[in-house]
């Protein structure tokens, strides 16, 4: 069988793109938002600086990667256990921005403390191969 050529798989992978981007997000549990918002800082050389993610942006600027604010998708949130996990993809980030997938994680500690975590991925290719070039950071919520 002769495969098909490479521009009928590129037009099959196109056409795909739009379904994939309206499929529903699964409900939240009560007690998670579906989209987490606030202000988060971090601490340490690569780590200070903060997070802040609005309603329409959301901006992360670690020290050695400038990005304005930018808008975003939530392009996948996780329950597991007592920790959630919101998977941000940057919109019409510029090509200065290093990250383009910031992974904001809470963790629900035994003794009812909380901790936050953010990790940036340079693609949404690299976040699901498990890619290790990432930024990760504890965050402490200040909002």
Not at 1 to 30: D, S, T
């Amino acid at each position: 069988m002769k495969p098909p050529p490479p521009l009928f798989l590129l037009a099959l992978l196109c056409a795909a793109a739009p379904a994939r981007a309206r499929a529903p997000i699964a409900a939240p549990p009560p007690n998670e938002p579906r989209v987490q918002l606030g202000v988060f800082e971090g601490t340490g050389r690569a780590c200070s600086g903060r997070l802040k993610i609005t309603p329409k942006r959301l901006s992360w600027s670690p020290p050695f990667n400038a990005c304005r604010p930018t808008a975003f998708t939530l392009a996948e949130r996780r329950q597991e256990g007592g920790d959630t996990r919101w998977i941000y993809q940057r919109v019409g980030a510029s090509k200065r921005c290093f990250y383009k997938v910031v992974v904001l994680q809470k963790t629900a500690e035994p003794d009812d403390r909380t901790t936050w975590n953010v990790t940036g991925f340079v693609s949404m290719k690299a976040y699901k191969a498990g890619s290790n070039v990432w930024l990760s950071c504890p965050m402490v919520k200040v909002d």
